[in-house]
């Protein structure tokens, strides 16, 4: 292998490494958590979905270019090929919605506004059936994608051909290629605007109850700041999403402009858009103070029974 592959290999077996297990340590904490404690909150549902997403995230796309490229062999024929990227468009899709939703859930969570109660409680009660109707969504809207997918490029492929390596997207002319990048990014940049809105007034509630912390009783301060860490970490995951964001799209807008993109600029961007869903769980797991309790215990239990 060349040096580039070997980068390129390197780097998505390290995303594997620290996303598929940071992704299971996520899903089976809350999971414990959900039949063994009474604690279990709302948000830890979006939590536990937003890392089951990533999961299958990273096994539909790092783990398919690592494998291709390690053994430099095309192992994937047409029904894998497209079972593999529609899993994955799946997924991605579902992580947007989903820490759009984590993160407007949030600012309802700790908003002492008026306005905002009604919502709140609406919210509280469909949020299971708003993540279904997310994932039905997200099913339907990625289905037509899976006919112009294929294992090899057919003697009918035109030049707007996305090469995934170890996969083809055949568009059949330029106006489905741009259009069908478009309306990605349109529905993308939704969702990351509806971050930015919902997490910008996060910060503003956060700043008025830093200014008022003084006025509110002692008995009330551990539950101000427990709603204060919970914010903040999901801005932190916010935050992560919306710089990794920035650099996919800028990486996809780049390939709209040029009917074949070259290899690496397409290696470069499912690399950034795969990070999120690797490094993710890390961010959810420092910040969270109860996956924390249980790590501790399974190791102290796991170091009494040696």
Not at 8 to 18: A, Q
Not at 39 to 50: A, Q, R, S
Not at 131 to 147: D, E, R
Request: aromatic content about 12%; charged content about 15%; overall charge positive.
């Amino acid at each position: 292998m060349d040096v580039q592959t070997i980068l390129k290999t390197s780097g998505f077996i390290l995303l594997e490494t620290v996303g598929i297990p940071g992704n299971l340590t996520v899903i089976f904490s809350f999971l414990i958590i959900m039949l063994y404690s009474n604690k279990f909150m709302m948000t830890d549902i979006i939590l536990t979905n937003i890392a089951f997403v990533n999961l299958v995230a990273v096994i539909s796309r790092c783990v398919p270019i690592s494998i291709t490229d390690f053994h430099g062999l095309k192992i994937f024929d047409d029904i894998d090929c497209k079972v593999i990227l529609y899993t994955y468009r799946v997924s991605r899709g579902m992580s947007i919605c989903l820490t759009s939703l984590l993160s407007c859930y949030q600012f309802l969570i700790i908003t002492s506004n008026s306005r905002w109660v009604a919502l709140k409680k609406i919210m509280a009660r469909s949020l299971c059936p708003v993540i279904l109707c997310l994932w039905g969504l997200n099913l339907f809207i990625y289905s037509w994608t899976i006919p112009i997918t294929y294992a090899k490029l057919k003697s009918n492929s035109t030049e707007y051909t996305l090469n995934l390596n170890f996969c083809f997207v055949v568009f059949q002319n330029y106006f489905s290629y741009t259009g069908n990048g478009l309306l990605y990014i349109l529905r993308d940049f939704s969702f990351v605007g509806l971050m930015i809105l919902a997490s910008g007034s996060i910060i503003s509630v956060l700043h008025q109850h830093k200014i008022q912390v003084e006025n509110i009783r002692k008995s009330n301060i551990n539950g101000r700041m427990a709603e204060s860490k919970a914010a903040k970490a999901v801005l932190l995951l916010v935050a992560l999403y919306v710089i990794l964001f920035g650099i996919d799209n800028f990486f996809w807008i780049y390939c709209l402009t040029i009917p074949r993109a070259p290899l690496i600029i397409l290696d470069a961007r499912v690399f950034f858009a795969s990070c999120y869903s690797s490094l993710s769980p890390v961010l959810i797991i420092s910040n969270n103070k109860r996956i924390r309790k249980k790590l501790k215990n399974a190791i102290n239990n796991n170091r009494s029974e040696k």
